[in-house]
């Protein structure tokens, strides 16, 4: 899926990646692409490259709705940045996109399968 939501994300981080210099990042720890980074998820390998997927917002260094960062690499020390995984576009993800997983599916496609939070006020609503 490729939402407004996500869209947007990806373009955040193609913008806001470039204010960060190389030499500000961890040489030895993946650091986010941009903003702030919690648990990784989804840790797997796909098409002979370790994929990492982890808790995300990108639009502050501090917590918010949750989006799925992604890095990929080929010996767990240099990593490279990929686009935005999943972003908050549903109804049922709304708040966020939490804890989950990745698997490959028998047919070659990468599954993300994440748990979706979605807020309730004091009445249920």
Request: net charge negative; hydrophobic share 35%.
């Amino acid at each position: 899926m490729n939402s407004q939501t996500l869209r947007e994300a990806r373009k955040y981080e193609e913008a806001f990646e470039k204010l960060i210099p190389a030499e500000q990042r961890p040489k030895f720890h993946l650091s986010p692409r941009v903003g702030w980074m919690n648990d990784p998820n989804g840790f797997c390998i796909y098409n002979d490259k370790y994929h990492l997927f982890y808790q995300y917002h990108p639009y502050d260094a501090h917590w918010g709705p949750m989006h799925w960062g992604h890095a990929v690499s080929e010996d767990l020390l240099h990593w490279e940045f990929l686009p935005v995984a999943l972003a908050p576009d549903e109804y049922y993800d709304k708040d966020g996109v939490f804890s989950g997983s990745a698997i490959t599916l028998k047919d070659g496609r990468h599954l993300l399968i994440y748990t979706g939070v979605m807020k309730f006020d004091s009445r249920g609503r």
